[in-house]
């Protein structure tokens, strides 16, 4: 297929662009800079202008990977403002540029996040769960509306409700890694909340059978069978690196240093079950945890 990737620079984008074309696949990617290479479209996401629009005209599919990084700095106003528009504004010029093309492509894949679900606690949250509460359960239930309007103009869309994605080159793993190395990663809090994570590998797959299975439609939760408590999840990577661990951080030490974000993000409980997946007998290459760590941390 002809395809377009919107955030094919960073570590997601860059690693399906790869895996796209050793797919066979024509990849269109969107830069918001002026095109350097045949392959780059350029594009304003939040002005709903794409320059040169009709050089999308023939493409099959579409993914959206757009959105700043959460975890880049301190939540101010500011800041929460641009984690909104890079995710909420990306999606609706994408969705405004499909909508005014003569031949429209036969998919939309948005990506989204488990943040859709809040801090949920124990309970295990399939696509059917409802929402949750706080900043980024609403960013994600806004991001979600602006990707829904392309089912209204005949287009399948799968919206992937992402987990924490690892592998090597970027992600939490890299942000990690070096405190792991000498021995200070701990856990954080009292460690049962549930972290929910794919494997970048599967995380592709899942992409690309979104793209290809017309069957696939709606909200999907791209996480693996078996989340794990941050204390696990610590242990783990610990023992992958051969490393031990710190004494962990509590959370009013998170809380004084970034407050908002220590709630949502590192204190939060979200317990995602892949259901839609399994039922479409997806296999994953890394269902357990440790061998995701190996398999992303083995090449380091």
Request: glycine share 12%.
């Amino acid at each position: 297929m002809k395809l377009a990737v919107a955030g094919a620079s960073g570590f997601i984008g860059t690693a399906l662009v790869r895996r796209l074309r050793e797919g066979g696949h024509a990849v269109m990617r969107l830069v918001r800079r002026q095109a350097e290479q045949p392959d780059e479209i350029p594009w304003h996401p939040d002005s709903t202008e794409v320059e040169r629009w009709e050089l999308l005209e023939g493409v099959a599919g579409v993914v959206n990977l757009a959105g700043s990084n959460l975890a880049a700095g301190r939540w101010t106003a500011a800041r929460k403002e641009e984690i909104v528009r890079s995710r909420v504004e990306s999606t609706r010029t994408l969705v405004a540029v499909m909508a005014h093309m003569n031949h429209k492509p036969r998919v939309f894949v948005s990506v989204s996040a488990v943040g859709y679900y809040g801090d949920r606690g124990e309970e295990e949250l399939t696509e059917a769960s409802g929402h949750g509460e706080g900043f980024l359960a609403g960013v994600c239930r806004e991001w979600e509306e602006q990707a829904r309007i392309a089912e209204s103009i005949g287009i399948r869309t799968v919206i992937l409700r992402c987990g924490v994605v690892l592998g090597a080159g970027g992600g939490m793993l890299a942000e990690l890694q070096p405190l792991f190395r000498l021995g200070l990663g701990g856990r954080l809090g009292d460690g049962r909340q549930w972290l929910s994570w794919i494997a970048l590998d599967d995380l592709l797959d899942v992409i690309a059978l979104s793209l290809a299975d017309e069957r696939l439609a709606g909200p999907v939760n791209a996480v693996a069978p078996s989340a794990a408590r941050n204390a696990d999840f610590t242990a783990a990577l610990a023992q992958v690196l051969g490393r031990g661990t710190f004494a962990p951080v509590p959370a009013f030490v998170l809380r004084a240093l970034r407050p908002e974000m220590a709630e949502e993000m590192l204190l939060a409980s979200t317990r995602v079950r892949p259901q839609r997946l399994l039922d479409a007998g997806f296999r994953f290459a890394h269902p357990d945890l440790a061998g995701a760590l190996h398999a992303a941390l083995d090449g380091r």
